[in-house]
């Protein structure tokens, strides 16, 4: 789990994008008594890019920056979870953003990318 949020936070940085917050939600859960095998959320962006989604219909904002799910089964293995930010189009008044949510679902195919290399 360490060896691949360390991969992601580092391709984050070396694509410029912003890491706005981490939760580790199985710290969380720690904190409060119960157990949860390691959970966490990376919270990033670009204003650059999610700005002309929020200028479209500001209601995006409720999915920016976006969020990519890092959790570890019982077996040890870690996987990433996502939202597709073309799905973002089904739930807002985007219009002609088309190519912004394109990128985005680049930046999230990358980073699946580097925990697999």
Not at 7 to 25: Q, S, W
Not at 43 to 55: E, K, W
Request: charged share 20%.
């Amino acid at each position: 789990m360490e060896e691949t949020l360390t991969m992601l936070r580092t391709a984050l940085k070396d694509m410029g994008i912003n890491l706005v917050a981490e939760v580790d939600h199985a710290k969380a859960a720690a904190a409060n008594g119960l157990v949860l095998r390691p959970t966490h959320v990376l919270i990033f962006g670009n204003p650059l890019v999610g700005t002309n989604l929020m200028q479209a219909d500001q209601r995006a904002g409720l999915d920016l920056p976006l969020k990519l799910l890092v959790w570890e089964d019982e077996k040890g293995q870690v996987y990433l979870g996502y939202r597709q930010p073309n799905a973002l189009q089904q739930d807002f008044n985007l219009g002609t953003q088309q190519a912004v949510l394109d990128k985005m679902g680049k930046v999230f195919e990358k980073l699946s990318e580097t925990v697999q290399e």
